[in-house]
């Protein structure tokens, strides 16, 4: 993994645009970034938001040249859902450039290694000897501490706390306010409902609520 330093000089695409997406666009906004346009099908095209204005849906990545222009994805995560990861490779496969948000409220430390893609939001905490995949989110307030590995397509809910060494795998989702003791793995697909306390690991697409976390049902999570 590589860090990656968003060029300003290109314009930026944001892809989505609901509640997640807002926080995104604010954070552009905040740092600076040339953001030229709002790509998302829920809203109405021609419309403004922040005064960026909104160009329609989908079809309009067919129109936009991967060599000129960078995109960020502004698509949230809901516990199960992959539709954020699929529009990631998509865009991907197509040639684009990601662009990377650190929040100015954001801690991090110089000694990380960074994918592409990364969302680090206002007031996380990311420690020394972090690994962060593509495409991982670090939603508000959440915290990473020291020699953490996580993996492509994660989420890490607002106010989540992530102890030293601990492993996420690709995909998994971690809910806001939930706590991963230290040395822990969670395994790719994961989920852990907010608030639990995961005190060990957890395998492969399993489900995980409560304090301690235990296995649960994922029609009782969609809003962990």
């Given at each position: 993994m590589t860090l990656l330093s968003s060029s300003r000089e290109r314009p930026i695409y944001l892809l989505g645009c609901g509640g997640h997406g807002r926080v995104v666009l604010d954070c552009?906004?905040?740092?600076?970034?040339?953001?030229a346009g709002i790509v998302d099908a829920a809203l109405a095209r021609g419309s403004l938001v922040d005064?960026?204005?909104v160009l329609g849906g989908d079809e309009c990545l067919g129109r936009l040249d991967p060599q000129m222009v960078s995109v960020c994805l502004g698509v949230g995560v809901m516990p199960g859902e992959s539709r954020r990861a699929e529009l990631f490779d998509n865009c991907k496969i197509s040639g684009f450039q990601f662009v990377s948000i650190f929040h100015p409220s954001a801690t991090i430390s110089s000694r990380h290694e960074f994918g592409v893609g990364i969302q680090v939001l206002a007031g996380a905490v990311v420690q020394v000897g972090v690994r962060l995949g593509d495409n991982v989110i670090l939603n508000t307030r959440a915290?990473?501490?020291?020699?953490?590995?996580?993996?492509?397509d994660v989420m890490i809910g607002p106010g989540a706390v992530i102890c030293g060494q601990v492993s996420i795998g690709a995909g998994a989702y971690v809910g806001a306010g939930a706590v991963i003791l230290p040395g822990v793995c969670l395994g790719p697909q994961a989920i852990v409902g907010a608030?639990?306390?995961v005190i060990k690991d957890v395998a492969k697409g399993?489900?995980?609520?409560?304090?301690?976390?235990?296995?649960?049902?994922?029609?009782g999570m969609k809003n962990a």
């Open positions: 552009l906004l905040m740092c600076g970034m040339p953001v005064g960026v204005p915290s990473v501490d020291h020699d953490c590995m996580i993996e492509k608030g639990s306390v399993e489900k995980v609520v409560g304090n301690p976390a235990a296995q649960h049902d994922l029609a």
